[in-house]
């Protein structure tokens, strides 16, 4: 018990004592004896400054004081200090010039150079300044600026003459001009305060006239929107050609469900054909192309026979496929035109309302700039360019690629689209799954009936023709296995259309 004792003893002391030297070392930095009224410039180097340096630095503080009023120290030593360390050392430093000379603490500065023993081109240097200064013309961000930009650089050559000057011309500038003025400061206190912010209004509430102008000019349906139903409006029109009507433009599902849709008439037929990720995968037996009836459907067999081997679509031919819609989506572009359904001259258009949205985006991004730089006047412009950017941005993605009969034409696939959405949500709402498949797919509607498709009865689509020995298992031929062919093509994605004391300091490092 002795013996444990003896060594809690011997530790604890061991630890007062390294405090106690860290603690006597750490006052030691900050100590500054030996300062006198009249003698302003200190090397304990005896090396980083010859007496020319140190003349010519005297006479310099002397002309700063005279000028300005600051009555800096500057002092020159070696210590490994971090600039955290440095800061206080440095106001420790003005603090001790005040106490040695009776100098105003609010017109007293200093500047410590720690150099880094054994090394020229290794040192930290901080500055600190009284509050008439700090609360004047060499704020906080100023003094940064003292440190990082003239009395660091020479620093990393070893100059200290030269970064002790650099840093002194600089201080003595910024207390009788301010901070350096930017020309975004000058422009901001110029135009951006004055003319520019109510031109930039201007400029944006013409534009905005404008883009409300061209957009009242664009087709509008005369037929009020139907009520959402669940039955198909006719039996003739392709799900192609009805989501595009209901998406205004020609999209990336039309090609799988017009596949499905070819299926559910034999004309094709789906086979298991291997695994992707883990889940079964489809390939496509072509089997009649007399059935296939309207010119998608034939546009889509004519693509699954040009990747057919054997008459056989396998799942990476399927996912190429399915992945190149363009002369899918001209055919139903071609569709469209013969009814007179889609609107042509709309490109110029859209671009327009694209750069009305830039022209409103460039105003925000350069009111908000000169705004921040000090002329606050400026969000004048920079609010209603935001504004205009984002109705640029919608007008273009809203403005409707169809003619006014093509909207008239897309009212009750509207509806049968909200019909099917809805009935999405309702587990009690029938819906002829079999019949409404390939028109889920085309209008996006599939992840909305995954759990229906997945769950629910064998669909006619997955099922072999009668009369054809085909092992079509339908654990393994389903919605699960189409979707990990499809994809992404089971979704509505466009593929074209629209698109202590006061004061202030800072240090810093080489």
Sequence with gaps: MTRTRLVVAIVALGVVLGLTGCSTSSSADARFDGLVAGERVYDLTEFSLDGAET???????????????????????????????????????????VAATGV????????????????????????????????????????????????????????????????????????VNGPPVTALDRFADGPGSTWLPWTGLAVVLVAAVAAFSLYRRRPRPSLPPDSPTTYRPDHHTDPAVATALVHRSTQA????????????????????????????????????????RGEV???????LAEHAVDGVVDHAALT??????????????????????????????RWAFGGLALLGGAVMVGAAVVAAA????????????????????????????????????????????????????????????DSALPDIVALGLGSAYRKRLESGPELRAFTAPAGLPLAVDPSVVNWAAFTATFGASSSSATVSGGGAGGGGGAAGST
Excluded: C
Aim: proline share 5%; glycine share 10%.
């Design 55 to 97: 003349d010519a630095l005297d006479r310099r503080l002397e002309s700063l004081r005279a000028e300005t009023g600051a009555d800096v120290v500057v002092y020159v030593r070696e210590l490994d200090a971090d600039p955290d360390e440095t800061l206080d050392q440095v106001e420790a430093l003005q603090q001790a010039w």
């Design 297 to 303: 459907p034939r546009a889509v067999w004519g693509r």
């Design 253 to 292: 599902s039309a090609t799988s469900a017009t596949v499905l849709a070819l299926a559910a008439d034999d004309a094709v037929a789906f086979e298991p054909d291997g695994k992707k990720h883990g889940k079964p995968t489809i390939r496509v037996r072509l089997l009649d192309e007399s059935k296939a």
């Design 104 to 175: 105003d603490q609010d017109v007293a500065g200093a500047i410590l150079v720690n150099r880094e023993p054994g090394t020229t081109d290794e040192a930290r240097a901080g500055i600190f300044v009284g509050s008439r200064f700090d609360d004047g013309n060499v704020p906080s961000d100023e003094q940064e600026a003292i440190v990082e930009d003239a009395l660091i650089p020479p620093l990393k050559d070893g100059d200290v003459a030269g970064s002790l000057n650099a840093g002194l011309d600089r201080l003595q500038s910024s207390i």
């Design 320 to 349: 190429k496929v399915a992945s190149n819609t363009r002369s899918i989506g001209r055919v139903v572009e071609a569709e469209l035109d013969a009814r007179g359904w889609r609107a042509h001259g709309t490109g110029p258009v």
């Design 374 to 433: 000090g002329a606050p006047i400026m969000l004048v412009a920079a609010i209603p360019g935001g504004l205009l950017l984002v109705t640029g941005l919608i007008m273009t993605v809203a403005y409707p690629g169809l003619t006014a009969a093509g909207l008239d034409a897309a009212r009750p696939w509207e509806a049968y689209r909200d019909g099917l959405k809805a009935a999405a949500k309702n587990d009690d709402t029938a819906v002829d799954l």
